[in-house]
């Protein structure tokens, strides 16, 4: 059955991450290994790890989900940025171990002007392949499907198996959806049939087992729009109904959804954390 959480903030401390959760009413939780537009990982003590790791077995709180920063491209061609990339990942991958994560999320990029979507596919995968081989362990490594725009790789699902067909170990692979990225791509979860044919496709393209994660946002862009405008359920263009349906849809498929909905309010998490709770009772 699937689990609900929020991304938490390690701002002040890995453990000040369960301690929100907790509070929220959390039953998994997200966090940043790093803020999100800095290259350098914060530091935490072994003494910081095991106390987080206990806290987190302590209140019952899995899985643990791990979103990358958002400065990494790994889809670039620019030397220096795909260095600096490819480093974030391994970093990451390397903290998912010590403190014991489910999953990590990454988004996979752009490629560079003059490249294409080919290049910056191979790109992705090769950065990966390498990252898997230097850095050994359980961690799950999730992509993100995209809103699309531009030069972003991940708007179709398409895209998304010819990145996971290159990884040589399929075992540490898989695939985290953003409804609102998937709306914005064209993906329409505001009506049953639309939801039912996504899916459909998702399961056909590359197998609905490797859905390990859903960010649960409502889209104040419109469908098809390229946009990626996250907002509270039932806010948005894709409904309550929408969510209703999906969920009943992956619970018994997905391990966790995580909320990225805005913090307006200190209450804004948990009143969007228990509408997932009401909709997957059904």
């Known amino acids: 059955m699937i689990r609900f959480g929020v991304h938490c903030s390690i701002r002040n401390g890995?453990?000040?991450?369960?301690?929100?959760?907790?509070?929220?009413?959390?039953?998994?939780?997200?966090?940043?290994?790093?803020s999100p537009r800095m290259w350098k990982l914060g530091?935490?003590?072994?003494?910081?790890i095991a106390e987080f790791k206990n806290l987190r077995k302590e209140k019952k709180i899995h899985p643990l989900i791990v979103?990358?920063?958002y400065l990494p491209n790994l889809a670039?061609?620019?030397?220096?940025?795909?260095e600096l990339s490819f480093n974030?990942?391994?970093?990451?991958?390397?903290?998912?171990?010590k403190i014991e994560a489910d999953y990590l999320v990454i988004h996979p990029g752009a490629y560079s002007e003059g490249s294409n979507e080919e290049d910056g596919i191979e790109n992705i995968s090769k950065a990966i392949n390498k990252a898997f081989a230097l850095v050994k362990g359980k961690t799950t490594l999730l992509i993100e499907n995209m809103a699309g725009g531009g030069r972003r790789i991940g708007r179709s699902f398409k895209e998304l198996a010819k990145i996971i067909n290159k990884i040589k170990d399929k075992n540490r692979i898989g695939v985290c959806f953003d409804t609102a990225h998937a709306f914005g791509a064209g993906y329409n979860l505001s009506k049953k049939d639309g939801i039912d044919k996504t899916l459909r496709e998702f399961d056909t393209v590359i197998g609905i087992q490797r859905m390990k994660v859903v960010h649960f946002n409502d889209s104040i862009a419109l469908l098809g729009s390229s946009k990626d405008r996250h907002h509270h359920l039932g806010k948005g263009n894709i409904g309550i109904d929408g969510f209703k349906y999906f969920i009943a849809k992956v619970k018994n498929k997905v391990e966790a959804g995580i909320l990225e909905t805005p913090k307006e309010k200190p209450s804004s998490d948990k009143k969007n954390l228990n509408i997932l709770f009401r909709l997957r009772k059904g």
């Open 43 to 48: 530091f935490a003590s072994r003494k910081d």
């Open 88 to 97: 974030s990942l391994k970093e990451d991958l390397a903290f998912c171990e």
């Open 14 to 34: 890995l453990k000040s991450a369960i301690f929100e959760a907790e509070i929220i009413g959390c039953e998994a939780v997200q966090i940043f290994t790093r």
């Open 67 to 69: 979103h990358s920063p």
């Open 76 to 82: 670039t061609s620019k030397k220096k940025l795909y």
